[in-house]
C-alpha cells in the first residue's frame, strides 16, 4: 500500500511538469499563462508558439500520463499493481491540471488521458487517437477533442472488460470514469461557451462556421478556447 501512495505522488509531480510552459518559452519566449486561455495544453502551446511547439507539447503531455502508468507497474508488485496503474494515471492528469510548479494552474488533461490509457493498453492508441482526430478536424473545437478522449477511453476499456479481454480489468473502467470527470471539471468554462454557441473554434470547419454565423448576422461570441 506504501508504494501506491509514492507511485501516486510520483504520478503527480510528473504530470505536473508544465510542458506547454517550458516549450513556449524555448520557442518563443513568451509564458503561455498569458496567451489565449491561458492553459499549458497543446492547443494553447500551438496558439501562443506555433504548430511545433504545439506538436510537442502534445507529445509530452502523454507521455507524463504514460510514464506515471508505467512507473506504478514496475514498483508496485502483485494484487496492488491494477489499482495503483489506475490511480497513477489519474494522479498524473490532476498533476498537469493543478501543477504544482504553476500554482496549481495547468492544463485540461486530454494529452496525459490518452498516454496514460496508452500505457494501459498499447493498442488504445489506435481507436483514441482516430477518434479525437476525427472530432477536432470534423467539429473543430479543442475542448470537445479533450471531452472526448475521456469518453473514448471509458467506452473502450469498459468494452475489454464485458467481453473479457486479456488484460482488461474492472479498475481500468474507473480509470475511464474518472478522467472523464477530471476532464468535464477542467472544462466548465469551454463547456458553458459550448451550450451559448460561443466557443472559439481552432479548425478550418468550426472557424468557418464562425465567419457564416457572422455573416449572417448572429454574431460571435468570444472568450478562450481550451489549451
Known amino acids: 500500500m506504501l508504494m501506491v501512495l509514492v507511485a501516486m505522488l510520483a504520478a503527480y509531480l510528473i504530470g505536473s511538469t508544465p510542458m506547454g510552459f517550458i516549450f513556449v518559452k524555448v520557442f518563443s519566449g ?21 504548430y511545433g511547439a504545439g506538436l510537442l507539447t502534445a507529445l509530452f503531455d502523454a507521455l507524463k500520463g504514460a510514464t506515471g502508468v508505467w512507473l506504478a507497474k514496475a514498483i508496485v508488485p502483485g494484487d496492488w499493481q491494477v489499482w495503483a496503474m489506475t490511480l497513477a494515471g489519474l494522479c ?10 504553476l500554482k496549481f494552474n495547468g492544463g485540461a488533461g486530454g494529452g496525459p488521458c490518452v498516454g496514460a490509457a496508452i500505457a494501459i493498453w498499447p493498442w488504445s492508441a489506435a481507436i483514441i487517437i482516430p477518434i479525437g482526430a476525427v472530432v477536432f478536424f470534423g467539429i473543430g473545437y479543442a475542448s470537445m477533442t479533450t471531452l472526448s478522449v475521456g469518453v473514448t ?15 482488461a ?8 470514469i474518472g478522467s472523464t470527470i477530471l ?45
Do not use: C
Open 30 to 50: 513568451r509564458d503561455i499563462r498569458q496567451v489565449g486561455s491561458g492553459r499549458t495544453g497543446g492547443t494553447n502551446a500551438m496558439r501562443a508558439a506555433g
Open 92 to 101: 498524473a492528469i490532476l498533476g498537469h491540471n493543478y501543477s504544482i510548479y
Open 153 to 167: 477511453v471509458t467506452a473502450l476499456f469498459t468494452y475489454r472488460y464485458i467481453t473479457h479481454r486479456p488484460g
Open 169 to 176: 480489468e474492472a479498475e481500468f473502467i474507473f480509470y475511464g
Open 183 to 227: 476532464l468535464v471539471w477542467a472544462l466548465r468554462p469551454n463547456i458553458k461557451r459550448l451550450l451559448r454557441g460561443e466557443e472559439p473554434g481552432v479548425s478550418w470547419r468550426a472557424k468557418r462556421m464562425k465567419q457564416a454565423q457572422a455573416a449572417s448576422g448572429s454574431g460571435e461570441g468570444g472568450g478562450n478556447g481550451e489549451g
